[in-house]
């Protein structure tokens, strides 16, 4: 089925919410993993190839997918060679419910050729490949529309890379306010805890090095997040994963780090209070400062803003507030 619009009758973006198993290949034959080479290319010689060949993707006894061997490793490897060991095992796809918006986003993001498709079982139902991007989706960008277009897929290359200073401050200084905005309600909370602060100095002295340490958790954990999200939409299952992952990681950095502050404190200040109550806020700013870093990129990605570009600024802002924020309660709490 083609993309293709009536004439005059101007494209439409919402043509990407087509299912992507509208556009689906039956691809190269599927190699099986117990399989040695040898085997492969006799499978392959047998059920014939189409003219586009990109990758071998390899199946178990079920059909599900298990990995892809290029076309070059395949002819290069040793015929004794199991499928198993010269796959490789991890292989982006796609499922049968995805849109052809979200195989766009995976052809331009990872630059693949072709793209295979699985049912909910992980069974490899077929291939989608770049042509349905190149010679399909681009007739959209006819007519004046190609900034919707690419809009809508969410590339913004061409407005950055190529906009004038004017522009490009104009892009990203909205993003850089959330730091401003962020450190302009430090310091209102900052002085409504005045009197804390002036009862105990030490208070003050950390300040800087606890914003210092959730800061840089939360870039660490953006920055984590930014290269491993989904191309296509997020799923709580991933979700659930990473959080669960970052978690258990971001508590043995707090304790660590909020130990290391509270025995500071206790040896050259000699105030056991203070000392509880800086190194218990190190820990949990830390622990969520690092769920910061996962959740604002995952958040921007579902409302189709750019993570790149938005979820830095967003998540020091967020993750600065939170832990002064703690940082003046928990003191306020010990110390009375």
Not at 130 to 155: P, W
Not at 281 to 305: D, E, F, K, N
Request: aromatic share 6%; net charge neutral.
């Amino acid at each position: 089925m083609s993309l293709h619009t009536p004439p005059g009758s101007g494209a439409s973006p919402e043509h990407l919410d087509r299912s992507v198993a509208e556009f689906l290949r039956p691809g190269p034959p599927p190699l099986l993993i117990d399989q040695n080479v040898g085997e492969a290319l006799e499978r392959i010689r047998s059920k014939g190839l189409e003219e586009r060949i990109f990758y071998f993707y390899v199946v178990d006894g079920e059909g599900k997918l298990s990995g892809v061997v290029p076309a070059r490793r395949l002819l290069t490897e040793p015929l004794e060679r199991r499928i198993g060991e010269v796959m490789v095992p991890r292989v982006l796809s796609l499922p049968e419910g995805a849109t052809l918006l979200e195989a766009c986003e995976c052809f331009i993001l990872h630059k693949f050729l072709a793209i295979p498709v699985v049912d909910g079982k992980k069974r490899l139902l077929g291939i989608v490949d770049v042509s349905i991007f190149t010679d399909e989706v681009m007739e959209l960008s006819t007519g004046g529309n190609n900034d919707q277009l690419f809009q809508t897929i969410g590339i913004h290359i061409q407005e950055l890379q190529h906009a004038s200073p004017v522009k490009a401050f104009r892009v990203r200084f909205p993003w850089l306010a959330a730091t401003v905005s962020g450190g302009v309600l430090c310091a209102v909370l900052a002085g409504l805890f005045e009197a804390t602060l002036q009862q105990k100095v030490v208070l003050a002295v950390f300040m800087a090095l606890v914003l210092g340490l959730g800061e840089a958790v939360a870039a660490q954990s953006l920055a984590l997040t930014v290269q491993s999200l989904p191309a296509t939409r997020v799923r709580w299952k991933w979700l659930r994963v990473k959080l669960l992952r970052e978690a258990v990681t971001a508590l043995l950095l707090g304790i660590m780090a909020g130990s290391a502050v509270a025995l500071m404190v206790g040896l050259f200040w000699r105030d056991l209070p203070a000392s509880l109550s800086i190194g218990g806020s190190v820990t949990v700013s830390v622990l969520v400062a690092a769920q910061l870093g996962i959740l604002v990129p995952v958040i921007l990605r579902i409302v189709h803003w750019d993570p790149k570009i938005a979820a830095g600024p967003i998540t020091l802002a967020a993750a600065d507030l939170f832990t002064v924020t703690c940082y003046l309660v928990t003191a306020k709490l010990v110390l009375g």
